[in-house]
């Protein structure tokens, strides 16, 4: 099976442009989060969804970063303007969120391979 | 304070040897605790996940958690060179959701 599939791999621009970042999720998987690493504040939750619902976007930075989730089998992260300090690998990654009240709740996150993006 | 803390060192461990790895988190509220493994380049993968006071064993993995201490730990037994990764503890501050706080990780170097 396909694991988690995010596009573009590699992505330079320049300061100011809008950058789109896409993932797939795992067929079936009805939670989805987007991630972002860098060495200085390493691995950063920015939004997730449940069922296409975003649930929580306190990671997010600030406006000039957004995300959708039209369906089940697709999510965007856009940033516009982008800036150099979004230059940082992105993750997406998605899980199966059991129904039902599971406590604690020990769902797996599957990761994609990210997307390194570089603003210059 | 992070709320979820490592060292971030690397870890230098001969082949064979047992690799120990701590993590600190500040909410006593947290559920569950995830270790991820990261390689150079690629993406994290959990390891193993735990959520009871002790231990519990995977194969050659050994997550401990002591809730009134709050810290997670893990130990790679018969530590190999395929082991050299840095490794992740997440925490699941959210009872009822599924968000991850992640420390800065253990960047663990398994020598021959």
């Given at each position: ?103 604690p709740r ?15 | 304070?992070?709320e979820v ?18 993590c600190t988190y500040s909410d006593r509220g947290s559920q569950s605790f995830f ?14 996940f735990i959520y009871?006071n ?11 958690l002591n809730k009134a201490s709050q810290y997670v ?16 503890c997440a925490v699941n501050i959210d009872a009822?959701g599924?968000k991850l706080t992640?420390g ?9």
């Open positions: 099976d396909a694991g988690v599939i995010q596009s573009p791999r590699h992505e330079v621009t320049e300061m100011g442009q809008e950058v789109t970042l896409r993932c797939k999720p795992i067929s079936g998987h009805n939670s989805l989060f987007w991630y972002r690493q860098t060495m200085m504040r390493g691995l950063e939750l920015l939004i997730y969804f449940n069922n296409n619902v975003p649930i929580d976007d306190s990671g997010m930075p600030e406006d000039r970063f957004s995300a959708k989730m039209p369906n089940a089998s697709f999510s965007t992260l856009k940033i516009q303007p982008s800036e150099p300090r979004d230059s940082a690998v992105y993750f997406c990654a998605s899980s199966l969120r059991s129904s039902g009240r599971q406590m020990t769902d797996t996150q599957y990761f994609g391979p990210g997307t390194r993006l570089t603003v210059l | 304070q992070k803390e490592q060292n971030s060192g690397p870890l230098s461990v001969p082949e064979g040897a047992i690799a120990s790895l701590n270790w991820y493994r990261q390689y150079s380049g690629k993406s994290p993968e959990l390891i193993m009871s002790g231990d519990k064993e995977d194969g050659r993995f050994t997550a401990q730990s893990l130990l790679i037994r018969d530590s190999q060179p395929s082991d050299s990764a840095t490794y992740l009822a599924n992640f800065g990780g253990t960047r663990v170097l398994v020598k021959p």
